[in-house]
């Protein structure tokens, strides 16, 4: 059976090509390993190019899109199979449901929150597969450091491993994977 990986990621167009390009050649990568995409749909940032990349070396996108960003034109017109959710807390909750693991590109707030929920639902037993930081080029440096001094100071439990950070595109599949 093939595997599923839920990739969030910024939407934002106006994003540093480097960071695109590590996004294309994540949905390359997962299209090349039989891995289906399930992300929020959209067309344009990492999103974008995450799907661009997996659409074209024959993957598998699938798409998590909720009704009122599709009403307004912002799905992405090649997806394998786009989902329409009712809200945002569905289109995660769908997009989790639907993953054997998950990673995290660079982002802002909407991918903020997408990761650390989800990192939080592991944390619950209510996610099962593995969460990967994709830690393109220290981009997620300072939350890093957050996340470890809230462990040091008792915040969170010493050592429990809920995530794993990845430092290249092929790590970060791997990772998430459990390869």
């Not at 749909?41 to 598998?60: F, H, K, R, S």
């Not at 992405?76 to 590109?105: P, Q, Y």
């Not at 994709?134 to 001094?149: A, I, R, S, T, V």
Request: include cysteine.
């Amino acid at each position: 059976m093939n595997k599923s990986i839920v990739v969030y990621c910024a939407s934002s167009s106006k994003i540093d090509e480097a960071f695109l390009s590590s996004a294309r050649e994540l949905g390359r990568l997962m299209a090349l390993k039989e891995v289906t995409l399930i992300d929020g749909g959209g067309q344009t940032g990492l999103m974008g190019a995450v799907n661009d990349g997996c659409i074209e070396a024959g993957g598998l996108a699938i798409g998590v899109i909720p009704r009122f960003m599709d009403d307004r034109g912002w799905a992405h017109s090649g997806l394998s199979h786009k989902i329409v959710a009712e809200d945002m807390h569905n289109r995660k909750k769908t997009m989790a449901d639907m993953a054997d693991g998950a990673i995290a590109l660079p982002g802002g707030v909407g991918t903020f929150e997408e990761l650390l929920e989800i990192i939080t639902w592991r944390k619950l037993n209510l996610f099962h597969g593995n969460v990967v930081i994709f830690n393109d080029k220290g981009y997620y440096d300072p939350l890093l450091e957050m996340l470890d001094k809230a462990a040091r100071l008792g915040f969170t439990k010493p050592g429990e491993k809920l995530f794993d950070v990845a430092y290249s595109v092929d790590e970060a599949l791997n990772k998430a994977l459990g390869q």
